[in-house]
T-cell receptor, first 114, second 112 residues
Framework: DTGVSQDPRHKITKRGQNVTFRCDPI?????LYWYRQTLGQGPEFLTY????????KSRLLSDRFSAERPKGSFSTLEIQRTEQGDSAMYLC????????????FGEGSWLTVV | GEDVEQSLFLSVREGDSSVINCTYT??????LYWYKQEPGAGLQLLTY?????DMKQDQRLTVLLNKKDKHLSLRIADTQTGDSAIYFC????????????FGTGTRLQVTL
């Protein structure tokens, strides 16, 4: 297993367009998280899945953001009608509930809204 | 709510020890983590410590936890230029999500 995989690594989009990011967690991990990181800041929690159920969403996740994990494996994060303030790195992480306490992050997806 | 604070910058000479400090507010935190981030990259898990431990050592890394003062530190022995990066401290909440709250990161610069 190569760890948490994210795609695309970089995305430049025009304001108002929709973008979608994909995350493939470590294969046996049942928990999946999305975080957002802006320049000079630490990552901030956006949302969390246990298997296919989205169990918690941050107030940072406006209604333009939607995340899915349809089969409890990979997840997508879609941002509709992007705004310049959405420019950030979107990080995915995964872990296995009940076995250890390691939470592994992917390499992130950079979004630039112009 | 949870809050995690770190100093912004640390400069050390190659071969010296680095000590990166962190304070947190949530006394019920179960685990505390250290992550490393190199430019343009994601977060690399370095180590973590359970809240009922005082110390954890892993090769060149030593984590010290003072639960009374809610103070966590990461010591890197024999610091190398490859250790130059941003180091994040994070606390894990006790809720079902086990989500992490991160500090703003400490940039470690290693000079020759």
């Amino acid at each position: 297993d190569t760890g948490v995989s994210q795609d695309p690594r970089h995305k430049i989009t025009k304001r108002g367009q929709n973008v979608t990011f994909r995350c493939d967690p470590i294969s046996e991990h049942n928990r999946l998280y999305w975080y957002r990181q802006t320049l000079g800041q630490g990552p901030e929690f956006l949302t969390y899945f246990q298997n296919e159920a989205q169990l918690e969403k941050s107030r940072l996740l406006s209604d333009r953001f939607s995340a899915e994990r349809p089969k409890g494996s990979f997840s997508t994060l879609e941002i509709q009608r992007t705004e310049q303030g959405d420019s950030a790195m979107y990080l995915c992480a995964s872990s296995y509930a009940g076995l250890g306490n390691t939470i592994y992050f992917g390499e992130g997806s950079w979004l630039t809204v112009v | 709510g949870e809050d995690v604070e770190q100093s912004l910058f640390l400069s050390v000479r190659e071969g010296d020890s680095s000590v990166i400090n962190c304070t947190y507010t949530d006394s019920s935190s179960t685990y505390l983590y250290w992550y490393k981030q190199e430019p343009g990259a994601g977060l690399q898990l370095l180590t973590y410590i359970f809240s009922n431990m005082d110390m954890k050592q892993d090769q060149r890394l030593t984590v010290l936890l003072n639960k009374k003062d809610k103070h966590l530190s990461l010591r890197i022995a024999d610091t190398q230029t490859g250790d130059s990066a941003i180091y994040f401290c994070a606390e894990r909440d006790t809720g079902t999500a086990s989500k992490l709250t991160f500090g703003t990161g400490t940039r470690l610069q290693v000079t020759l």
